[in-house]
Structures are given as structure tokens and as C-alpha cells.
């Protein structure tokens, strides 16, 4: 691959419903700029899905809707492989055996299991638990080098690398890389429009904490104007953003739209009030999302053919993950025809 880097690129969203401004900066739109310099491969990850239930129709338009989100974004499937995990099987069989290396201690030091399964974590799926040995899986499954994700998956791709490095140490063998983390632009984690405090996240119940990568203009401009802030005007220095977590989301969302830096924000909003500010960010987003949204509702009226696409997409994925999970079975111990 001429002018192309070394390594391969691995990531994935869930299909959980809601997909937002945090996925796309975040990560979707990262996925799409590294493809002029490397080799991608980006998942839709069901198995991750049904770690918390979901209503087996949503999971099946959840998973065309982040399909969709990564076409619409930019993504070329010529060059790079799109797919649904649940169709390439080598994952979940990478995953036993990753289980069987992980230690319980490890998982126990998982924040967003402790996040997500709440003060009722023995009511918790033993999936939900288990999801960070999944994820290393996907990723080395492909032996996936680089994985472009936001702040919050960081620790999930630090275990990925100490799975890779105890069954590499275990089994005297050189099989996985150590995955690095591609952590990227200036939105790696964008906080509620709510509260500065936590996370933008799809299972927010206030769909004003987030704007949906499906709203329409009007949505946007009416969350963006609710979002909540301080009676400050803004800042014309970064430090004056401190204790104001609220304000620091809006300028941090402008500046990664805008893809510009902080100081050229508060040289241009400095002294203004959130009057100013806010019409200005949502005129920034809606110009942003509205040619995503037109083309993403385009591919969501023929969900025939992101079906094909989908599956075409897992075939080429399963002709390179195959190779490598006999691999695996064989230094493993197990017996093959
Ligand atoms: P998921 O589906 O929750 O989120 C998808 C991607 O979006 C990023 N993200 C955010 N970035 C910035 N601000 C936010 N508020 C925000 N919320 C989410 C996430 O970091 C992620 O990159 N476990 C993963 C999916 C996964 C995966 C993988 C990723 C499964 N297997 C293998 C990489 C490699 C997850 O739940 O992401």
C-alpha cells in the first residue's frame, strides 16, 4: 500500500439507538480520516449491543442506523470493510479464548462496567462484564494495530493490551500487537448539553443532553439553545474557562466543529454572552450535519441494500480473520482437520 502507514486500523460502534455529536467527533469522524492512511476495518458491534437489552427489531435498525452513520460520514467501502460482527463468528470464539487469559481482577477494574451496571451489578449480564475481553477480540481477531476510539474506551483498549501480551508471554509465541489507542481532535470525550459533568451518552433518558446524529435542524438549534450554561459571558483566556464545565463543552464542541483552537474561539466569542455564542454554534453544527443527515436518511430508505452491503463487507472481514483464529486454535492446543 503506497503512501499508506503500517498497520491496521480496527473499530466499532454499538447499535445501541441514539447515535450523537460525541460518537461522530469522537470517533466516526476520525474513522473516516484515517482511512487516507490506513488499512479500516469498522464493525457494528451487536454482541456488544445485547449485553443490556435491547428489543431484537431495534437491534437489527440500530444496526442498518450505524451502517448507515458510517457511509454517510464518509466512509469507502471499496477500500475498507465495512460489517455487522454478528456475522463473522471467529470473534465470539476469539473472545472464549481471550476470557480464559484475562484475569477476573483485571475486569474488576472496569469503570463503565461499574458505570453502566449501576448499584445492582449482580443483576448485571455476565456479557456486560465479560465486553471488554469481546472487544479485544475484534480488534486482534484482525491482529488491528490501531484503534481510533474516544477518551472513554481508553482502559477497554489498555486490557486489549494486556490480553495481547499474556497470551504472547503464556504461549511463547509473537501472535498479537499491542493495539494503540488513537485518541484524536479536540471532542475525545463532549459532555451532556445538561450537565458538564457527564458524559454525552445514548442511554441519557433526556434526549436534550444530546443531539442525535438524527435530528433535524430545528432540534439542533432548539438543544443547543436549551443547553445548559452559566450567566458568565465567555472568557478571551482558556483559564478562564475553569469551574465553568458547562461552557468548556460548548467552546470544546465549536472548536472541534470548527476545527480550529481554543484561542481562536474565545478570541472570536470573548466577552460575548451565550446570546451570541449558541446561535453561532448551532448554525456551526447544523452546516456540519445536515449533508450527513441528508445522505444518512437516503441510505436508511433502502435497507435491502445496506443488508447486502453489510454482508459483502463480513465476507472480506472473515477472509482475514479466519487465517488468524486458525492460528490461534493451533498454538492453543486444539485439533483441526
Ligand atoms: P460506543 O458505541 O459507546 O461509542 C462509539 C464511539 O464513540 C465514542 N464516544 C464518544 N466520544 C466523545 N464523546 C462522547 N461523549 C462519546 N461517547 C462515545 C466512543 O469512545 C467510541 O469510540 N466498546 C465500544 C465499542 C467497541 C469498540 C470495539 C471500539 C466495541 N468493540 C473495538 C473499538 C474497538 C463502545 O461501547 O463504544
Keep these: 500500500m503506497i503512501g499508506k502507514k503500517e498497520g491496521r486500523i480496527f473499530s466499532g460502534v454499538q447499535p445501541t439507538g441514539n447515535l450523537h455529536l460525541g460518537n461522530y467527533l469522537g470517533a466516526i469522524r476520525n474513522f473516516v480520516r484515517l482511512q487516507s492512511q490506513y488499512e479500516c476495518i469498522y464493525c457494528v458491534v451487536e454482541l456488544h449491543a445485547i449485553t443490556q437489552w435491547q428489543p431484537p427489531t431495534e ?28 456475522q463473522v463468528t471467529a470473534h465470539a470464539e476469539l473472545a472464549w479464548i481471550f476470557n480464559c487469559v484475562a484475569r477476573l481482577g483485571w475486569l474488576d477494574r472496569m469503570t463503565q462496567f461499574k458505570e453502566k451496571a449501576g448499584k445492582d451489578k449482580e443483576r448485571a449480564s455476565a456479557g456486560l462484564y465479560a465486553y471488554p475481553t469481546l472487544m479485544a477480540a475484534e480488534i486482534l481477531v484482525y491482529k488491528g494495530t490501531h484503534v481510533p476510539v474516544g477518551e472513554d474506551q481508553k482502559q477497554h483498549l489498555e486490557l486489549a493490551r494486556d490480553i495481547a501480551a499474556k497470551f504472547n508471554h503464556d504461549y511463547k509465541r509473537d501472535v ?18 445538561k450537565d458538564g459533568s457527564s458524559k454525552m451518552s445514548k442511554s441519557d433518558s433526556a434526549d436534550l443532553s444530546r ?39 460548548l467552546v470544546g464542541i465549536y472548536m472541534a466543529l470548527a476545527e480550529t483552537d481554543i484561542n481562536s474561539v474565545l478570541g472570536q466569542f470573548g466577552g460575548q454572552g451565550f446570546g451570541v455564542f449558541k446561535p453561532a454554534l448551532a448554525e456551526l453544527a447544523i452546516e456540519t450535519l445536515a449533508p450527513i443527515q441528508t445522505e444518512f436518511r437516503r441510505l436508511m430508505n433502502d435497507p435491502g441494500s445496506l443488508d447486502s452491503l453489510l454482508g459483502s463487507g463480513a465476507d472480506r472481514a472473515r477472509a482475514l480473520a479466519d487465517p488468524i483464529i486458525a492460528e490461534v486454535k493451533e498454538i492453543v492446543g486444539f485439533i483441526r482437520p
Excluded: C, W
Design 59 to 86: 437491534v437489527s435498525s440500530n444496526t442498518r442506523e450505524v451502517a448507515a452513520a458510517y457511509l454517510a460520514a464518509g466512509i469507502e467501502v471499496k477500500q475498507h470493510i465495512i460489517f455487522n460482527q454478528s
Design 176 to 193: 498479537f500487537p499491542l493495539v494503540e489507542p488513537l485518541i484524536l481532535g479536540a471532542a475525545t470525550r463532549v459532555m451532556s448539553l
Design 211 to 249: 443531539i442525535n446524529m438524527t435530528d433535524d435542524v430545528d432540534t439542533i438549534a432548539r438543544k443547543i439553545k436549551k443547553a445548559k450554561t452559566d450567566s458568565d459571558v465567555l472568557p478571551s483566556e482558556p483559564g478562564g474557562l475553569k469551574g465553568r464545565p458547562e461552557a468548556a463543552n
